[in-house]
């Protein structure tokens, strides 16, 4: 138990010593979460355009991807005011 505490105590020591460690770390987060509604908005369009060219009704298929389509959109966005990804990795 004794070392898993030192390990947190030297980790919040290092995040106390570079203040920008948070930023770029929430920057990674943004991407995880774009790729992640990325690949759910293609799903989304795959399947709406099965449900038209099937003649099935697609309407809440269609604002599904409408919806994703504008929180991938915003994400972006938000992303672009954060720093740039590093190839440091955190321990």
């Not at 290092?14 to 759910?40: C, H, N, Q, Y």
Request: aromatic share 8%.
């Amino acid at each position: 138990m004794s070392s898993s505490a030192s390990r947190r105590q030297e980790a919040a020591a290092a995040r106390k010593a570079d203040p920008e460690t948070k930023r770029v770390r929430s920057g990674e987060d943004f991407d995880i979460i774009i790729g992640l509604l990325g690949f759910w908005t293609l799903v989304l369009l795959a399947v709406t355009v099965y449900m038209e060219f099937t003649a099935q009704p697609a309407l809440g298929w269609a604002l599904g991807l409408f919806a994703s389509v504008l929180a991938l959109w915003g994400m972006i966005r938000l992303r672009r005011k954060l720093p740039e990804r590093t190839s440091r990795r955190l321990n």
